[in-house]
């Protein structure tokens, strides 16, 4: 199980607006669940861009007016027999805070009412809600998720992502259709988050280390790659010569049972060995070592994936991160992955200008 206030960490790693000012105070409170810490932490961002002001946006909207506004839809007004009512049906751009973001914030304010939430975060919701007067409240089966931000909207980014989790990991589908609220964060959720948080802790905590979740070509003889699936990596570490593609795993068992025997998700071991063939002839005639990971959160299994294996010239290792400690404990251990695959603890002041391998 992990601890919620290890859930904070790991949010405020994926997501760098947690660790302004006003957020850091939510460090030291207690929440008894992890919806009740996405509800604090939307009530406290949406609180923020109140003070802000809610974003707007153009929405075209069409109605029966008395004056005219927009242009005049004539097959409608003619259609519902406006004109006898001396009205016109007129369509115009209503500078408004209808906006889709703001919908999903109230639409997700709304399902949280419903969740395992403190009283007074409830309290602080409906209090909220009031400024979203005259906002729509969208099914969030429907909501569509792919939003292009800008300068404009950047202060709705980690709201929206924070609305995303809550939504996802709040609701399931019964049989008949209609929807019912789960335990927060299901396995592909955590997945996503896990994945997030350890590659923005080495971008943020190893600044000598260049670390990206980039894609890898694919080697081949001929150049065909007719329907090749792309090699995306979760996060892959550079430190001068040596190469760290590491997959992070979050799942409720770390390892498959075949006749009686426990062994390492084959799927799993393929695809980063996949990854680390490509990457090494991609750097052939260059100083490289290149190195890949699984990286599985530990669970309460009695099995605990911990082992190094030797791949036709380049060393595969399978390592658990226990995410149940303080979260001090979980910075040492990546750090220590850091240092046994990359050596960062080499002093860089001592070297002439890194050139990460890419």
């Known amino acids: 199980m992990i601890p919620i206030h290890n859930i904070y960490y790991m949010l405020s790693y994926a997501f760098k607006a947690l660790n302004s000012q006003g957020y850091r105070q939510m460090a030291t409170e207690d929440f008894h ?32 007016l008395s004056a005219l506004r927009g242009r005049i839809d004539m097959p409608e007004s003619i259609k519902t027999q406006s004109l006898l009512r001396q009205r016109l049906v007129c369509t115009y751009d209503d ?19 419903h969740g395992d939430v403190a009283r007074e975060r409830k309290q602080e919701i409906r209090r909220l809600l009031v400024y979203f007067d ?7 089966h ?51 988050l896990y994945e997030k948080f350890i590659l923005e802790y080495y971008r943020k905590e190893h600044p000598e280390i260049s670390a990206n979740a980039a894609q890898i ?18 996060i892959m570490l550079s430190h001068w010569e040596k190469v760290l593609i590491i997959d992070a795993k979050y799942y409720a068992q770390t390892t498959q049972q075949r006749f009686d025997a426990r062994t390492v998700h084959s799927g799993n071991l393929n695809q980063i ?58 910075r040492r251990q990546l750090d220590e992955i850091a240092d046994q695959y990359l050596d960062t603890h080499i002093n860089l002041n001592d070297r002439k200008t890194p050139q990460p391998v890419s």
Not at 134 to 140: E, F, H, K, N
Not at 217 to 234: A, F, H, I, N, R
Not at 307 to 313: A, D, F, Q, T, V
């Open 33 to 64: 669940n992890v919806g009740d810490l996405c509800a604090a932490i939307l009530c406290k961002g949406v609180s923020l861009q109140i003070k802000r002001g809610l974003g707007r946006a153009y929405i075209e909207r069409t109605e029966a």
């Open 142 to 192: 429907t909501i569509d998720w792919h939003i292009h931000f800008n300068r404009q909207n950047e202060t709705y980014r980690m709201l929206i992502s924070v609305c995303y989790l809550v939504v996802k990991g709040l609701l399931q589908t019964n049989d008949d259709g209609t929807a019912k609220l789960m335990d927060f964060f299901d396995e592909q959720r955590m997945c996503r």
């Open 217 to 234: 070509p694919w080697q081949l003889d001929d150049g065909y790659d007719e329907m090749l699936p792309v090699l995306q990596t979760d």
């Open 273 to 330: 060995f996949t990854y680390v063939k490509n990457k090494e002839a991609e750097l052939s005639g260059k100083p490289h070592k290149v190195s890949g990971m699984l990286l599985y959160a530990q669970t309460d299994e009695e099995v605990i994936p911990m082992h190094e294996y030797r791949m036709s010239g380049n060393l595969i290792a399978v390592r658990t991160l226990d995410l149940s400690g303080h979260f001090d404990s979980i």
């Open 95 to 113: 500078f408004s805070v209808n906006t889709p973001m703001n919908q999903i914030i109230k639409s997700t304010m709304v399902l949280l009412l």
């Open 134 to 140: 005259g906002i729509d409240t969208p099914d969030v």
